[in-house]
Protein backbone atom coordinates (compact mmCIF):
# COMPACT_ATOMS: atom_id res chain seq x y z
CA UNK A 1 0.00 0.00 0.00
CA UNK A 2 2.89 4.17 -0.74
CA UNK A 3 5.19 5.13 -2.15
CA UNK A 4 2.61 5.01 -0.79
CA UNK A 5 4.75 5.38 -2.20
CA UNK A 6 6.10 3.90 2.73
CA UNK A 7 4.62 0.88 2.97
CA UNK A 8 3.11 -1.61 5.08
CA UNK A 9 5.18 -1.23 8.05
CA UNK A 10 4.44 2.31 8.28
CA UNK A 11 0.87 1.76 7.27
CA UNK A 12 1.24 1.94 3.65
CA UNK A 13 1.08 -0.69 0.81
CA UNK A 14 3.72 -3.12 -0.49
CA UNK A 15 2.78 -2.58 -3.88
CA UNK A 16 2.89 -5.81 -5.75
CA UNK A 17 5.79 -6.54 -4.05
CA UNK A 18 4.64 -10.46 -4.01
CA UNK A 19 5.82 -10.17 -7.89
CA UNK A 20 9.08 -11.78 -9.03
CA UNK A 21 11.72 -8.84 -10.73
CA UNK A 22 12.19 -10.42 -14.39
CA UNK A 23 15.15 -9.85 -16.71
CA UNK A 24 13.10 -7.88 -18.89
CA UNK A 25 12.35 -5.32 -16.63
CA UNK A 26 13.17 -1.86 -18.22
CA UNK A 27 16.21 0.01 -17.37
CA UNK A 28 15.85 4.44 -17.93
CA UNK A 29 19.72 4.08 -18.29
CA UNK A 30 20.53 0.98 -20.03
CA UNK A 31 17.64 1.71 -22.52
CA UNK A 32 17.19 5.09 -23.43
CA UNK A 33 16.53 4.98 -26.73
CA UNK A 34 13.16 3.98 -25.85
CA UNK A 35 11.95 7.34 -24.99
CA UNK A 36 12.55 10.64 -27.18
CA UNK A 37 15.47 13.25 -25.31
CA UNK A 38 13.79 16.14 -24.13
CA UNK A 39 16.87 18.84 -24.30
CA UNK A 40 16.73 21.55 -21.32
CA UNK A 41 19.12 24.50 -20.72
CA UNK A 42 22.23 23.93 -18.92
CA UNK A 43 23.22 26.39 -15.86
CA UNK A 44 26.62 27.44 -16.01
CA UNK A 45 27.88 23.98 -15.17
CA UNK A 46 31.82 23.03 -13.59
CA UNK A 47 32.10 21.43 -16.87
CA UNK A 48 31.30 24.16 -19.32
CA UNK A 49 33.81 26.43 -17.15
CA UNK A 50 36.40 23.83 -17.35
CA UNK A 51 36.08 23.61 -21.04
CA UNK A 52 35.77 27.67 -21.54
CA UNK A 53 39.23 28.15 -19.38
CA UNK A 54 41.15 25.34 -20.60
CA UNK A 55 40.01 23.65 -23.75
CA UNK A 56 38.23 20.74 -24.72
CA UNK A 57 41.41 18.78 -25.11
CA UNK A 58 42.07 18.82 -20.91
CA UNK A 59 38.40 17.98 -20.58
CA UNK A 60 38.72 14.90 -22.45
CA UNK A 61 41.82 14.12 -20.64
CA UNK A 62 40.30 14.89 -17.20
CA UNK A 63 37.50 12.61 -17.82
CA UNK A 64 39.20 9.61 -19.50
CA UNK A 65 41.67 9.60 -16.45
CA UNK A 66 39.21 10.93 -13.81
CA UNK A 67 38.45 7.22 -11.62
CA UNK A 68 42.75 7.30 -11.51
CA UNK A 69 43.40 11.32 -11.07
CA UNK A 70 40.76 12.17 -9.03
CA UNK A 71 41.13 15.82 -7.66
CA UNK A 72 44.49 16.72 -9.37
CA UNK A 73 44.00 20.58 -10.52
CA UNK A 74 44.06 20.97 -14.64
CA UNK A 75 46.99 21.50 -16.17
CA UNK A 76 48.30 24.80 -16.16
CA UNK A 77 45.64 26.07 -13.33
CA UNK A 78 46.16 27.44 -9.70
CA UNK A 79 46.75 25.06 -7.25
CA UNK A 80 43.46 24.14 -5.62
CA UNK A 81 41.41 26.14 -7.99
CA UNK A 82 38.98 24.83 -10.84
CA UNK A 83 36.70 21.84 -11.22
CA UNK A 84 38.00 18.72 -10.24
CA UNK A 85 37.76 16.01 -12.47
CA UNK A 86 35.84 13.44 -10.24
CA UNK A 87 32.83 16.60 -10.26
CA UNK A 88 33.86 16.84 -14.34
CA UNK A 89 32.94 13.17 -14.78
CA UNK A 90 29.72 13.10 -12.57
CA UNK A 91 28.79 16.01 -14.89
CA UNK A 92 28.91 14.40 -18.28
CA UNK A 93 27.39 11.24 -16.53
CA UNK A 94 23.85 13.44 -16.31
CA UNK A 95 22.88 15.43 -19.47
CA UNK A 96 19.51 14.27 -19.06
CA UNK A 97 17.01 17.69 -18.17
CA UNK A 98 14.96 17.52 -15.25
CA UNK A 99 12.05 16.91 -17.40
CA UNK A 100 13.10 14.08 -19.03
CA UNK A 101 14.63 12.09 -16.13
CA UNK A 102 11.17 12.58 -14.41
CA UNK A 103 9.80 11.01 -17.21
CA UNK A 104 11.65 8.48 -17.02
CA UNK A 105 11.69 7.53 -13.53
CA UNK A 106 7.75 7.70 -13.79
CA UNK A 107 7.67 5.34 -16.57
CA UNK A 108 10.26 2.59 -15.05
CA UNK A 109 8.39 2.93 -11.42
CA UNK A 110 4.76 2.50 -13.51
CA UNK A 111 6.54 -0.74 -14.65
CA UNK A 112 8.21 -1.88 -11.76
CA UNK A 113 4.86 -1.54 -9.92
CA UNK A 114 2.06 -2.67 -12.34
CA UNK A 115 3.70 -4.47 -15.78
CA UNK A 116 6.77 -5.87 -14.44
CA UNK A 117 9.13 -7.43 -17.47
CA UNK A 118 7.25 -5.43 -20.15
CA UNK A 119 7.44 -2.11 -22.13
CA UNK A 120 4.94 0.04 -20.49
CA UNK A 121 2.95 0.74 -17.27
CA UNK A 122 -0.49 -0.80 -17.00
CA UNK A 123 -2.12 1.61 -14.44
CA UNK A 124 -3.68 -0.59 -11.56
CA UNK A 125 -5.52 -0.91 -8.18
CA UNK A 126 -3.20 -3.34 -5.54
CA UNK A 127 -4.27 -7.38 -6.52
CA UNK A 128 -4.51 -8.23 -3.17
CA UNK A 129 -7.89 -8.73 -1.26
CA UNK A 130 -8.40 -7.04 1.72
CA UNK A 131 -10.50 -6.93 4.81
CA UNK A 132 -12.04 -3.62 4.16
CA UNK A 133 -13.25 -4.91 1.01
CA UNK A 134 -11.36 -2.50 -0.85
CA UNK A 135 -8.35 -2.26 -2.74
CA UNK A 136 -5.55 -0.48 -0.81
CA UNK A 137 -4.33 1.82 -3.83
CA UNK A 138 -5.88 3.46 -6.51
CA UNK A 139 -5.15 2.79 -10.57
CA UNK A 140 -2.35 4.79 -10.95
CA UNK A 141 1.34 4.12 -12.16
CA UNK A 142 2.80 4.27 -8.35
CA UNK A 143 -0.15 2.53 -6.74
CA UNK A 144 -0.96 5.42 -4.48
CA UNK A 145 -2.31 5.16 -1.44
CA UNK A 146 -4.97 7.03 0.08
CA UNK A 147 -2.14 9.42 2.60
CA UNK A 148 0.47 9.53 -0.36
CA UNK A 149 -2.31 10.99 -2.57
CA UNK A 150 -3.31 13.60 0.32
CA UNK A 151 0.24 14.33 0.93
CA UNK A 152 0.80 15.26 -2.50
CA UNK A 153 -2.13 16.98 -3.08
CA UNK A 154 -1.17 19.13 -0.07
CA UNK A 155 2.23 19.67 -1.81
CA UNK A 156 1.16 20.46 -5.44
CA UNK A 157 -2.07 23.93 -6.10
CA UNK A 158 -1.66 22.77 -9.40
CA UNK A 159 -3.31 19.27 -8.62
CA UNK A 160 -5.86 20.29 -6.33
CA UNK A 161 -7.11 22.63 -8.98
CA UNK A 162 -6.85 20.14 -11.24
CA UNK A 163 -9.97 18.57 -9.11
CA UNK A 164 -13.83 19.73 -10.16
CA UNK A 165 -14.67 21.42 -7.99
CA UNK A 166 -10.73 22.31 -6.89
CA UNK A 167 -9.84 20.74 -3.23
CA UNK A 168 -9.39 23.07 -0.48
CA UNK A 169 -6.46 22.89 1.98
CA UNK A 170 -9.44 22.22 4.42
CA UNK A 171 -10.30 19.41 2.83
CA UNK A 172 -7.76 17.85 2.39
CA UNK A 173 -6.70 18.44 5.94
CA UNK A 174 -9.90 16.55 7.13
CA UNK A 175 -8.91 13.69 4.90
CA UNK A 176 -5.82 13.54 6.55
CA UNK A 177 -7.45 13.29 10.09
CA UNK A 178 -9.26 11.09 8.86
CA UNK A 179 -6.44 8.84 7.94
CA UNK A 180 -4.90 9.27 10.80
CA UNK A 181 -7.69 8.34 13.01
CA UNK A 182 -8.04 5.00 11.08
CA UNK A 183 -4.59 4.21 12.34
CA UNK A 184 -5.36 4.96 15.94
CA UNK A 185 -8.55 2.90 16.27
CA UNK A 186 -6.78 0.15 14.50
CA UNK A 187 -4.37 0.35 17.42
CA UNK A 188 -7.24 0.46 19.87
CA UNK A 189 -8.92 -2.56 18.51
CA UNK A 190 -5.69 -4.54 18.54
CA UNK A 191 -5.52 -3.78 21.94
CA UNK A 192 -8.80 -4.49 23.03
CA UNK A 193 -8.74 -7.95 20.88
CA UNK A 194 -5.52 -8.82 23.09
CA UNK A 195 -7.52 -8.08 26.73
CA UNK A 196 -10.86 -10.19 24.85
CA UNK A 197 -13.16 -6.84 24.93
CA UNK A 198 -16.21 -7.91 22.78
CA UNK A 199 -16.36 -5.74 19.52
CA UNK A 200 -20.07 -4.47 21.08
CA UNK A 201 -18.43 -2.93 24.31
CA UNK A 202 -15.56 -1.55 22.42
CA UNK A 203 -18.19 0.38 20.02
CA UNK A 204 -19.82 1.59 23.24
CA UNK A 205 -16.91 2.92 24.68
CA UNK A 206 -15.13 3.98 21.67
CA UNK A 207 -17.97 6.11 19.86
CA UNK A 208 -15.71 9.21 19.55
CA UNK A 209 -12.57 7.37 18.02
CA UNK A 210 -15.16 5.19 15.56
CA UNK A 211 -17.02 8.76 14.35
CA UNK A 212 -13.17 10.21 13.64
CA UNK A 213 -13.17 7.72 11.04
CA UNK A 214 -16.47 7.80 9.35
CA UNK A 215 -16.60 4.40 9.38
CA UNK A 216 -19.02 1.81 10.64
CA UNK A 217 -19.82 -0.35 13.59
CA UNK A 218 -20.25 -3.30 11.52
CA UNK A 219 -16.31 -2.00 9.77
CA UNK A 220 -15.07 -1.84 13.72
CA UNK A 221 -16.69 -5.65 14.40
CA UNK A 222 -14.48 -6.83 11.19
CA UNK A 223 -11.64 -5.19 12.55
CA UNK A 224 -11.91 -7.29 15.26
CA UNK A 225 -12.67 -10.10 13.85
CA UNK A 226 -9.11 -9.30 11.58
CA UNK A 227 -7.25 -9.13 14.30
CA UNK A 228 -7.73 -13.20 14.82
CA UNK A 229 -7.09 -13.89 10.95
CA UNK A 230 -4.10 -12.13 10.83
CA UNK A 231 -2.85 -14.30 14.46
CA UNK A 232 -3.72 -17.30 11.97
CA UNK A 233 -1.98 -15.87 9.04
CA UNK A 234 1.37 -15.14 11.50
CA UNK A 235 1.02 -18.55 13.20
CA UNK A 236 1.12 -20.20 9.46
CA UNK A 237 4.14 -17.91 8.54
CA UNK A 238 6.27 -19.92 10.96
CA UNK A 239 4.89 -22.99 10.27
CA UNK A 240 5.40 -22.59 6.27
CA UNK A 241 9.37 -21.29 7.30
CA UNK A 242 10.03 -24.37 9.59
CA UNK A 243 8.74 -26.61 5.93
CA UNK A 244 6.31 -28.44 8.18
CA UNK A 245 3.60 -27.97 6.00
CA UNK A 246 2.35 -26.37 2.78
CA UNK A 247 1.01 -22.70 2.26
CA UNK A 248 -2.07 -24.43 0.49
CA UNK A 249 -2.54 -27.06 3.22
CA UNK A 250 -2.48 -24.00 5.61
CA UNK A 251 -5.22 -22.26 3.60
CA UNK A 252 -7.29 -25.09 3.62
CA UNK A 253 -7.39 -24.89 7.48
CA UNK A 254 -9.01 -21.96 7.38
CA UNK A 255 -12.50 -22.02 7.72
CA UNK A 256 -14.41 -19.81 4.92
CA UNK A 257 -16.08 -17.50 7.31
CA UNK A 258 -13.02 -16.82 8.79
CA UNK A 259 -11.46 -15.18 5.64
CA UNK A 260 -12.95 -12.13 5.45
CA UNK A 261 -13.50 -12.32 1.79
CA UNK A 262 -9.22 -12.77 1.13
CA UNK A 263 -8.79 -15.06 -1.76
CA UNK A 264 -6.52 -17.83 -2.10
CA UNK A 265 -3.83 -15.78 -3.94
CA UNK A 266 -3.96 -13.11 -1.19
CA UNK A 267 -4.29 -15.37 1.85
CA UNK A 268 -1.33 -16.99 0.10
CA UNK A 269 0.59 -13.46 -0.31
CA UNK A 270 -0.16 -12.91 3.36
CA UNK A 271 1.26 -15.96 4.90
CA UNK A 272 4.30 -15.99 2.64
CA UNK A 273 5.44 -12.25 3.63
CA UNK A 274 2.91 -11.01 6.72
CA UNK A 275 4.59 -7.56 6.02
CA UNK A 276 2.09 -6.98 3.39
CA UNK A 277 -0.83 -6.91 5.79
CA UNK A 278 -0.41 -3.06 5.70
CA UNK A 279 -2.26 -3.13 2.55
CA UNK A 280 -5.34 -3.70 5.04
CA UNK A 281 -4.67 -0.46 6.71
CA UNK A 282 -4.08 1.59 3.40
CA UNK A 283 -7.56 -0.28 2.41
CA UNK A 284 -9.32 0.93 5.68
CA UNK A 285 -8.24 5.08 4.98
CA UNK A 286 -9.14 5.28 1.55
CA UNK A 287 -12.57 3.74 2.40
CA UNK A 288 -12.45 6.13 5.18
CA UNK A 289 -12.19 9.03 3.09
CA UNK A 290 -14.14 7.83 0.32
CA UNK A 291 -16.98 8.36 3.46
CA UNK A 292 -16.69 12.18 3.83
CA UNK A 293 -19.04 14.52 2.46
CA UNK A 294 -19.02 16.53 -0.57
CA UNK A 295 -17.43 14.09 -2.19
CA UNK A 296 -13.98 14.21 -1.60
CA UNK A 297 -12.85 11.20 -1.79
CA UNK A 298 -13.98 10.59 -5.01
CA UNK A 299 -12.42 14.08 -5.88
CA UNK A 300 -9.15 13.20 -4.70
CA UNK A 301 -9.17 10.03 -6.85
CA UNK A 302 -10.01 10.99 -10.25
CA UNK A 303 -6.87 13.34 -9.89
CA UNK A 304 -4.50 10.69 -8.54
CA UNK A 305 -5.80 8.37 -11.75
CA UNK A 306 -5.35 11.48 -14.06
CA UNK A 307 -3.00 11.57 -16.93
CA UNK A 308 -3.12 7.72 -17.61
CA UNK A 309 -2.34 7.07 -14.02
CA UNK A 310 0.95 9.58 -13.61
CA UNK A 311 -1.23 12.71 -12.16
CA UNK A 312 0.43 12.73 -8.76
CA UNK A 313 3.72 10.65 -9.83
CA UNK A 314 4.82 13.48 -12.31
CA UNK A 315 4.97 16.24 -9.57
CA UNK A 316 6.13 14.30 -6.98
CA UNK A 317 8.78 12.45 -8.87
CA UNK A 318 10.03 15.92 -10.52
CA UNK A 319 10.15 17.55 -7.23
CA UNK A 320 12.77 15.06 -5.99
CA UNK A 321 14.55 14.70 -9.23
CA UNK A 322 14.58 18.90 -8.59
CA UNK A 323 16.30 17.87 -5.15
CA UNK A 324 19.14 15.34 -6.63
CA UNK A 325 20.03 18.15 -9.27
CA UNK A 326 20.40 20.89 -6.96
CA UNK A 327 23.35 18.63 -4.95
CA UNK A 328 26.50 19.53 -6.03
CA UNK A 329 28.31 18.02 -7.10
CA UNK A 330 25.45 16.97 -9.48
CA UNK A 331 24.95 12.88 -9.18
CA UNK A 332 25.29 10.69 -11.96
CA UNK A 333 22.08 9.54 -13.88
CA UNK A 334 22.24 6.22 -12.02
CA UNK A 335 22.29 7.69 -8.75
CA UNK A 336 19.30 9.78 -8.91
CA UNK A 337 17.44 7.36 -10.25
CA UNK A 338 18.59 5.04 -7.50
CA UNK A 339 17.87 7.86 -5.20
CA UNK A 340 14.35 9.40 -6.39
CA UNK A 341 12.89 5.62 -6.81
CA UNK A 342 14.20 4.23 -3.51
CA UNK A 343 11.73 7.14 -2.11
CA UNK A 344 8.55 6.05 -4.09
CA UNK A 345 9.13 2.80 -1.55
CA UNK A 346 11.87 3.11 1.06
CA UNK A 347 10.86 -0.24 2.86
CA UNK A 348 11.38 -2.32 -0.43
CA UNK A 349 15.08 -3.34 -0.22
CA UNK A 350 17.18 -2.45 -3.89
CA UNK A 351 13.62 -0.62 -5.07
CA UNK A 352 15.55 2.03 -6.77
CA UNK A 353 18.08 -0.20 -8.20
CA UNK A 354 15.06 -2.43 -8.99
CA UNK A 355 13.38 0.62 -11.46
Excluded at 70 to 91: D, F, L, M
Amino acid sequence: MPTHHVRPESGQTDHLSDMERTDGATSIVTQPERLHHVHQPQQQSALRQAQQTYGNQHVQRLVSQAPTIRREAVKGAPTNSGPNPEQIQRETETQLGADELTTRIARCIGIWETNRGKDDPAPKESSLDTVAGVAASMATIEQATMPYAVTALKNHKSLRDKANPPLTMKELNAAEARCNAVVKLLTLVGSAAAQDTQPDDFIQNHAAAIAATGLSNDDVKTMFSAVGLKATIDAANVTVKSKKKKTADLIDAIPEAERLGLGRGSLKAYIEKPVKWGENRAAWQRKAVAAMPDNIGARIEAVAVSDTGTGLAIPVIRARVNTELAKKPVPSEVEIVKTVAQQNNPNEANYGQHV
